[in-house]
């Protein structure tokens, strides 16, 4: 990985679920659960039907969210509250990585499908805060959900970065084809390898991908 790959990127955007904590965390677990919830609740389905929908929803919208947005019309403020009201206590600070991140030059960005004030809460449980220009949830969006690139385009344009100078982190390889288009250099953040075109680096260690850049 020659570190001049990245020489020119002035803006570093992550994702943060699975990528800013290592996936053994299992938030995404408690979110899952809460998610299947609020469709039982909202669309008055048994737990089975409500499951199927969910993992239906994310496959052909992008997010759970976005599918009962435009199948049910289903307002966005109280579902990205109820669903990511969740328990923290075992997610670790990480102080390497937040030495890392502190270093890298130009603009830091987080931008998840989640809501902003929830990548807050995680970032502070990390160790994380404050370290960032900018945090974007899907509300900045206009709560169009990765992968879309109408939505990366609208969270870029209110940033103002330049997608030929930036870098993205993420653990979903489907939020990584927009990026490339884009023209912004992509890292897959995963335990396994994802073999795409539009991966252009992977690691299962982020801390140490960052160290290898600086």
């Known amino acids: 990985m020659p570190r001049e790959n990245f020489s020119d990127v002035d803006a570093w955007v992550f994702d943060l679920d699975n990528t800013l904590y290592p996936p053994q965390a299992r938030l995404f677990d408690q979110i899952e659960v809460r998610m299947t919830q609020f469709v039982m609740d909202r669309l008055g389905v048994d737990h089975a039907q409500a499951n199927h929908l ?15 947005m435009r199948e049910h019309d289903i307002d966005p403020g109280p579902y ?30 987080v931008y998840t499908n989640g809501s902003a004030p929830y990548a807050e809460r995680v970032l502070k449980q990390r160790g994380l805060a404050g370290l960032f220009d900018a945090i974007y949830g899907v509300e900045h969006a206009d709560f169009r959900p990765k992968p879309e690139r109408a939505a990366f385009e609208l969270v870029f344009d209110r940033d103002g970065l ?9 653990d979903d390889p489907r939020n990584l084809a927009a990026p490339h288009e884009m ?20 690691t299962d260690d982020l801390a140490g991908f960052l160290a290898k850049l600086l």
């Not at 496959?59 to 969210?65: N, Q």
């Open 54 to 68: 969910r993992h239906h929803y994310w496959k052909t919208h992008g997010t759970t969210l976005a599918g009962l």
């Open 80 to 109: 990205l509250v109820e669903v990511h009201d969740i328990d923290m206590r075992h997610l670790d600070p990480d102080p390497d990585l937040a030495a890392r991140i502190r270093d890298l030059p130009g603009r830091r960005i």
């Open 162 to 170: 330049t997608p030929g100078r930036a870098a993205m982190f993420e």
């Open 183 to 202: 023209g912004m250099r992509t890292v897959h953040v995963a335990p396994t390898p994802h073999d795409a075109p539009h991966i252009q680096h992977h």
